[in-house]
């Protein structure tokens, strides 16, 4: 009510700390919904997985991480097999793959490519965002999945430590495993390995 309040008011300087007062109010208040949803058992108990498009997944997180990722002028692309699927919960699985963009879109510099890429194994598949950033130092690759962690790069990002953790949990979830490794030439690779069903 806050932030449509403040878009009604006319352009002042007073409408502006409103505006970004709200919206400073609304990251905390999704961080606590995202933190209760890693507690008390909600992930197992709601994530059902069944035989789904690996495209459409990528069609539903992707949406989110448009607009800051126009801001800064990188480049989205999808490389996914025509067909691809997997078993896995869409619902919670975009929300993971969505915190891998996020993640990546925040990190990655500007005039620079983000990939979401996958590929079929004989009893999986592997979705990977790639990205063009700074990458992680070896030493921290552990502990990025670990709730509230912050790297030591990372300070002045916004954020609070939980997207990798909520992303990890709704993939084991489903019986399905998470995780990230610096590429060759700088940015970064993660990966969630899903049931080919």
Same mark, same amino acid.
């Given at each position: ?20 007062? !709200?919206?400073? $109010?609304?990251? &905390? *208040? +999704?961080?606590? %919904? #995202? ?58 699985? !975009?929300?993971? $793959?969505?915190? &891998? *963009? +996020?993640?990546? %879109? #925040? ?91």
């Amino acid at each position: 009510a806050a932030r449509m309040y403040a878009e009604l008011l006319p352009p002042s300087a007073e409408s502006a700390a409103i505006a970004q007062q !709200a919206s400073k $109010l609304q990251f &905390l *208040l +999704d961080a606590l %919904v #995202k933190l209760s949803r890693c507690e008390g058992g909600l992930i197992e108990e709601n994530v059902h997985p069944s035989m789904e498009s690996v495209k459409t997944l990528a069609a539903q997180a992707l949406p989110a991480v448009v607009p800051e990722a126009g801001r800064k002028s990188i480049v989205l692309s999808v490389e996914i097999p025509e067909g691809l699927t997997a078993l896995f919960d869409l619902r919670w699985t !975009a929300e993971a $793959l969505g915190a &891998l *963009l +996020d993640n990546s %879109v #925040k990190y990655a510099p500007e005039n620079s490519k983000i990939t979401v890429a996958a590929q079929r194994y004989e009893a999986y598949i592997r979705l990977d965002v790639l990205d063009e950033g700074p990458g992680i130092p070896e030493e921290e690759l552990p502990e990025i999945w670990k709730r509230f962690y912050r790297g030591k790069t990372t300070r002045d990002a916004s954020g609070v430590g939980i997207g990798l953790t909520l992303c990890r949990m709704i993939v084991q979830a489903q019986n399905g495993r998470a995780l990230c490794e610096n590429r060759e030439g700088g940015g970064c690779r993660f990966s969630i390995f899903l049931p080919a069903g």
